[in-house]
């Protein structure tokens, strides 16, 4: 291993020198943000006369491939391929500057000369022999500057200079460069030097940035105001030819994977699986590497190259080998264990060929092809529209795979794995209605797949695949549960469902609409028209029934506790429906809104929407009737995202109320309050909200502004108005933030430190229950509760 410095007109030049990107390095990746850094360091130099820029280190290894001068590009890529797309464009700069100079140097030649014979003259030339005279001094004078005789810019010893010493590379044969890049970069370099006409048809990273450089270039060049003494051409390459690198060139028992890692170049920072593919063929012949890169890791990248996200694939695939978790920071330590450890008992073609074919079944999952009547294409589109990124890709990977092994025929294979797909589509979604901790799913679907494959085992094959994930799923108690019926009919009746994320909500709406027992729009197109702008033709938005802002009309409608019932009520899941008429609706009262007289505009009875037909027998509502349609949508949900266990808890036990005072510390999150009472006095309620919200008015009716004092160490307790809506108002001066969008747990939590703060007994509050759920014992498992975005939160992000 040899190290030096060098220029990088020494590391390019050479009438025969060639650098030769290796087969497996990845493509041109540098973007706008990297080349201006590389121009702006350029431009620097300017203002120090003898400094020089390092731009880190290069590390090749010879190669007789191309020659006896070539050599492979194992790290460096980036920044050398970025330099040549500059000088291309200095070179074309060079040429149109000489261009523009020539009619001016012939017209100045020309006249100069003219003069020179009139002023020699004994008399005035007629108009017709001194227009004749002009246009044979012009022609002369086109042919000197032909051959840049006195030109200042001169494109002739730029090419000779720069094209043919640092940028093509005749010895090798026409269209040949002094950098050899992949196929399809080469390709694309082809085009920037003999198709430029047709560049602004290509989108690559290579072409883009070539006229990012132009476009720079061409700005700078004679820019008056910036350089008054003059910049050209020949100034800005005596910069570049203060750039340096360190450049180290391997031997035949060097170590190029080691070497490789130890280096900390600068640039683009390789993702994993740049990384893996330089572990996987760096030190295999070059043959070798053609072979496995043609034939499995290009097909795999393939996979890939529009929508990206291999190293999230790594990462599931490493897991589902290793048996365990996989930290996004230790994706390349592991799979390097992992092939060093395989490698000597598979063939390296086995492991490659493993990875392309779980990447095919990553991408089936992802991104289906649209097959709207399919049942697989279905459902694959619910859990992954684009915002709704529930899918547990690590366990389905595991499972597609399974089925497809088991079930030669498709069609047994469809209807296995659509099972095992309503089966996590539920799992998931109750789990998220239910405020189930969301930072244990990677733990819970690793387990599963564990479990699964146990049960397989353990059952002989007696039993279906998607028999065993059942069966896996109600094992699953505490923070893993899967909540039952009653828990999640519970959680969709009082939860401020409006609340939620609006991808979420939308995804609810779009299912309940498409599972009410009428033939309508399917769940993609109502799904998609929720997607659409605002303002464009036939979008749905999410419409409350009893409105936002209560009008004399709403007030009447629902009687003496208008207030209390919009503030409970508002949000729920009853008082919610689609349309598209959102803005013609807005506050009307109910009967309007049921046969709205506007041109073009529905009312809800005349809706075509199926989730509307409830309003056409509907001549009321408040409070009663948000209720019972709640029951009705929660009953519809229950059969939608179904249960797939055993028998529900039974009736005798679900029917046992029970007492537990604050002080206890045991979860409560299955259970649902009958009534509490706090210091001697009993209230009944059916919600946890209304609990906890009560509780602060009876300790502000006690305390007064004293309560304010809390203010210093509890931080949901204000004396600024919060954000949103989701907050009470105990006096002007004084709030509760987020009393509405928090889970049994934090409400408890939260009582229990302000009482601690207060010097109140724990035991001073008491709640009557009701168990619904089978799996919150005492013994939950640690997750952090999951809490509902504002009132509209923002359309980006992962559900889970």
Not at 121 to 147: D, F, I, N, T, W
Not at 164 to 169: A, M
Not at 207 to 232: A, C
Not at 598 to 616: C, D, W
Request: glycine content about 6%; overall charge negative; proline content about 3%.
């Amino acid at each position: 291993m040899e190290g030096k410095v060098q220029s990088v007109e020494e590391l390019l030049g050479g009438t025969s020198k060639q650098l030769i990107v290796p087969i497996y390095q990845r493509h041109y990746s540098w973007e706008k943000e990297q080349c201006k850094q590389l121009w702006e360091d350029i431009i620097r130099l300017h203002g120090a006369p003898n400094g020089k820029h390092y731009l880190g280190t290069t590390l090749c290894a010879m190669t007789s491939e191309s020659g006896e001068n070539a050599s492979y590009i194992i790290d460096g890529q980036q920044r050398i391929t970025s330099i040549f797309l500059l000088l291309k464009a200095l070179v074309d700069v060079a040429e149109r500057e000489a261009l523009l100079e020539r009619p001016r140097r012939v017209e100045e030649e020309a006249e100069r000369n003219v003069q020179r014979f009139l002023d020699l003259a004994e008399k005035p030339l007629s108009e017709e022999r001194e227009a004749k005279l002009r246009q044979m001094e012009r022609e002369k004078a086109e042919k000197m500057v032909e051959a840049h005789i006195e030109c200042p810019i001169d494109p002739t010893r730029f090419r000779n200079t720069i094209r043919n010493d640092l940028l093509e590379l005749p010895s090798q044969g026409k269209e040949s460069f002094h950098i050899r890049l992949n196929e399809c970069d080469n390709n694309d370099l082809q085009a920037i030097f003999y198709k430029p006409d047709r560049l602004d048809e290509i989108n690559h990273n290579i072409v883009v940035m070539y006229q990012f450089f132009l476009s720079m270039l061409k700005k700078e060049i004679g820019n008056k105001d910036r350089w008054p003494n003059g910049f050209t051409v020949e100034d800005f390459y005596k910069l570049v030819k203060r750039l340096y690198v360190f450049d180290i060139c391997l031997g035949n028992d060097d170590n190029a994977q080691a070497i490789f890692e130890s280096i900390n170049a600068t640039g683009l920072a390789l993702a994993d699986c740049d990384k893996i593919r330089n572990l996987v063929l760096l030190n295999v012949s070059r043959e070798k590497q053609k072979h496995l890169f043609t034939k499995y890791w290009n097909p795999t990248e393939t996979v890939f190259a529009e929508k990206g996200d291999m190293d999230t694939f790594c990462r599931y695939y490493l897991m589902l080998k290793l048996g365990r978790e996989v930290k996004e920071t230790q994706v390349y330590a592991s799979f390097k264990d992992y092939w060093n450890r395989s490698v000597g008992v598979e063939k390296a073609d086995q492991i490659l060929d493993d990875i392309k074919h779980f990447a095919e079944v990553y991408s089936s999952l992802l991104w289906p092809r649209r097959e709207e009547h399919s049942q697989l294409w279905q459902i694959l589109f619910r859990m992954h529209v684009p915002e709704y990124m529930g899918i547990p890709s690590l366990f389905l990977m595991s499972a597609r795979d399974y089925c497809q092994k088991l079930y030669a025929d498709s069609a047994e294979f469809e209807v296995e794995f659509v099972r095992v797909l309503r089966m996590v589509e539920s799992f998931l979604f109750r789990r998220f209605i239910c405020e189930c901790p969301s930072n244990t799913h990677t733990g819970i679907f690793l387990g599963l797949h564990r479990e699964v494959g146990r049960l397989l085992q353990e059952h002989g094959g007696q039993r279906g695949y998607a028999d065993c994930v059942a069966e896996a799923l109600e094992g699953l108690t505490g923070a893993h549960r899967f909540p039952r019926d009653t828990e999640f009919r519970n959680a969709l009746r009082t939860r401020r469902i409006y609340s939620l994320r609006s991808p979420v909500r939308n995804y609810l709406f779009a299912r309940l609409n498409e599972g009410v027992g009428v033939e309508g729009e399917s769940f993609a197109n109502v799904y998609e028209r929720l997607r659409l702008p605002q303002n464009a033709e036939g979008r749905y938005t999410v419409e409350h029934v009893m409105p936002q802002t209560l009008t004399e009309e709403w007030r009447r409608m629902l009687g003496r506790e208008a207030e209390s019932v919009h503030a409970d009520y508002l949000h729920l899941l009853g008082n919610l429906t689609l349309t598209s008429y959102n803005s013609s609706y807005a506050n009307r009262p109910f009967a309007e809104k049921l046969h709205i007289h506007k041109q073009k505009v529905l009312g809800l009875a005349e809706s075509p929407i199926k989730l509307n037909i409830h309003f056409r027998n509907t001549t009321k509502w408040g409070k009663e009737e948000i209720i019972r349609r709640g029951e009705y949508l929660a009953d519809l949900a229950v059969e939608l995202w179904p249960w797939f266990g055993q028998a529900e808890i039974p009736a005798s036990f679900a029917e046992e109320e029970v007492k537990y005072s604050l002080g206890v510390q045991k979860s409560l999150a299955g259970y649902e309050i009958l009534a509490f009472r706090f210091k001697g006095r009993q209230e009944a309620v059916n919600v946890w909200n209304a609990m906890y919200q009560s509780v602060y008015k009876q300790l502000y009716a006690e305390l007064g502004d004293d309560l304010k004092l809390a203010r210093a160490s509890i931080s949901w307790i204000s004396t600024e108005k919060p954000e949103g809506d989701g907050y009470l108002r105990l006096s002007d001066t004084l709030y509760v933030a987020r009393v509405r969008t928090i889970s049994v747990e934090e409400m408890l939590r939260r009582l229990r430190r302000l009482f601690n703060f207060l010097e109140i007994s724990l035991d001073d509050l008491e709640f009557t229950v009701k168990r619904t759920s089978l799996d919150n014992d005492a013994e939950d498992e640690e997750g952090e509760p999951l809490e509902s975005d504002g009132e509209e939160a923002a359309d980006n992000g992962e559900l889970f």
